[in-house]
């Protein structure tokens, strides 16, 4: 709560509308926003592991260890890692994907950067990126009385995510080089 004196008055104001994440809004910033819903909450990045790390990447967050997770009950804003998802296609073709009912959509190779913040300051952890892998999916989704897409991008291995993830959720903070 913010107040404000105007003429020996006293007003209050709405707090400001934070940021729910440090991911900045386009892969081309490396820098967290700050400050965040998580800010005031969130537990410091340091001591040994695990570290609890919120994504929104639901394949990858779905396939992480059930103690990198906030517990179901609890606010995410605990968090002590952000994992942030760019996703891009790189408009070179793979394969065209035909399906029942005549649908054909184009394969698009694509890759994704992640970006690893400290929830509580928006500093940057680490980068690294992730290739996508395998060719047309067994079926695709979606919406109903809409035409299928004409193209989809490769999918990416929540496999190879969590791996790179490993050495920052199980392991001690990594030193910085001074």
Known sequence: MVVLLVDGRAFETDPPDL??????????????????DFTGTAQPYEGPGPH????????????????WKVAPRQDRRVSELVLCEYRTDTGVSLDECRYLGGASVTLKQSHALYRLYEAKTSELVTSFHVDGSGGCP??????????PPLTMPQSIDASDVIAALRPYAEGPRPRTQD
Do not use: F, N
Request: charged share 25%.
């Open 52 to 67: 609890l790390v919120t994504t929104d990447a639901g394949l990858v967050d779905s396939r992480m260890p059930a103690d």
């Open 19 to 36: 940021p729910d994440d440090p991911c900045p809004t386009s892969s081309a910033s490396e820098r967290g926003r700050y400050p965040t």
């Open 138 to 147: 067994p079926s695709i989704r979606y919406p109903e009385g809409k035409p």
